[in-house]
């Protein structure tokens, strides 16, 4: 199984690419805390590069994600590889096929969804045995 997914902030502006900006490329670092052997707390981070197609893209797009948003991002771990100044170089890229928003964007509207009830089904939280 390939699946993975990360809480963490956007370190840097998305960018945009393709036909009706349907591609985004998002940099997203992850904090892990921890007790080292002093009994000190101290802080990983890890980042992470992220790439959203279609859909995922337009709403970072459309909610104005900007550096600093907080993110839910589930998917699958990709390697890829680019040549730059004649040397191949390879890299873990998550193809997002979740994105959540922990955090309100800092500009655009931001608007939850709700799930909906099927037609002619009245049921609340209430109604639910768990």
């Not at 991002?73 to 959540?100: F, W």
Request: charged share 30%; glycine share 8%.
């Amino acid at each position: 199984m390939n699946r993975i997914t990360l809480i963490g902030n956007v370190t840097q502006d998305i960018k945009y690419f393709g036909q009706a900006s349907n591609v985004a490329k998002i940099n997203l670092a992850t904090n892990r805390n921890y007790k080292n052997e002093a009994g000190e707390w101290k802080q990983d981070v890890t980042y992470h590069s992220i790439t959203a197609f279609g859909e995922l893209a337009e709403k970072l797009m459309v909610a104005g994600a900007t550096k600093g948003t907080k993110l839910l991002v589930e998917g699958s771990i990709k390697n890829e590889k680019y040549e730059k100044d004649g040397k191949e170089i390879k890299l873990n890229v998550v193809h997002a096929s979740a994105i959540e928003f922990i955090e309100k964007p800092s500009k655009g509207e931001f608007k939850p969804v709700e799930p909906a009830k099927p037609d002619g089904v009245d049921w609340s939280d209430d109604d639910i045995p768990f």
